[in-house]
Structure formats: C-alpha cells, structure tokens
C-alpha cells in the first residue's frame, strides 16, 4: 500500500495562489488513482481533485474548476494541485489520497485506500 504525504499549505490572500504537493511512496506509483479532497472545521470531507494513472484523466469538483489544477509526475511518485484565485470558502485541510487499480467513481473517498495526514490552507479575505 503506497503511502502519502502533503505539503505546501499555508496562509494567502483572497486572489492569491498555492502549490500543494503530495510525495507518494513505492514502485507503483503509476497504478494508483490520485486526489484531493479536502475538509473544514465542522463540515465532512469533500472531493476536490483527481487524476488517473497517467494524467489523460482529470476530474474537478464544480466549486473548483476554472481556478485548480491537478498534475502528476509518475517518475517523481507525485501529484501537485495548483491552487489560484483562491477564496475564504476555500479555507480547509487538504488530504491527498491514493487508490490502487481501477476505480469505481474518482469523487468518491471510500474508493481511496491511503491517506495522508492533510495540509492546512487558510484564505483570508
């Protein structure tokens, strides 16, 4: 089972940019379906990003899309989300998460098997 970890969170303004990156472990990086998902204060764990074993396939949720994209770099073992214009609703830990094989549906986080322990991204207005 791979194993992840998150980095590059941090405190922006409203408007700025962040560049979150997930290191994964193991040889078969290429075969796990990566994403983010992400979780505030109070709330349940939503889906935010994924991308399938080669990148060919990226999927956003709606909030999203337009301002993040998803990349991955299979001979580095890892997945970036580029984060811009953000805004305060985007405030919340963001966890990467890794699925081995096929996969069901990309949205969902009971397909994805690791985990990371999440990164903290706070926008201030």
């Known amino acids: 089972q791979v194993q992840v970890a998150e980095s590059g969170g941090g405190l922006v303004q409203a408007g700025g940019s962040l560049r979150l990156s997930c290191a994964a472990s193991g040889r078969t990086f290429s075969r796990y379906v990566m994403a983010w998902f992400r979780q505030a204060p109070g709330t349940e764990r939503e889906f935010v990003a994924a991308v399938n074993w080669y990148g060919g396939t990226t999927s956003f949720a709606d909030s999203v899309k337009g301002r993040f994209t998803i990349s991955r770099d299979n001979a580095k073992n890892t997945v970036v989300l580029q984060m811009n214009n953000l805004k305060p609703e985007d405030t919340a830990v963001y966890l990467c998460?890794?699925?081995?094989?096929?996969?069901?549906?990309?949205?969902?986080?009971?397909?994805?098997?690791?985990w990371g322990q999440g990164t903290q991204v706070t926008v201030s207005s």
């Open positions: 998460a890794a699925h081995f094989g096929t996969i069901g549906s990309m949205t969902d986080l009971r397909e994805y098997d690791s």
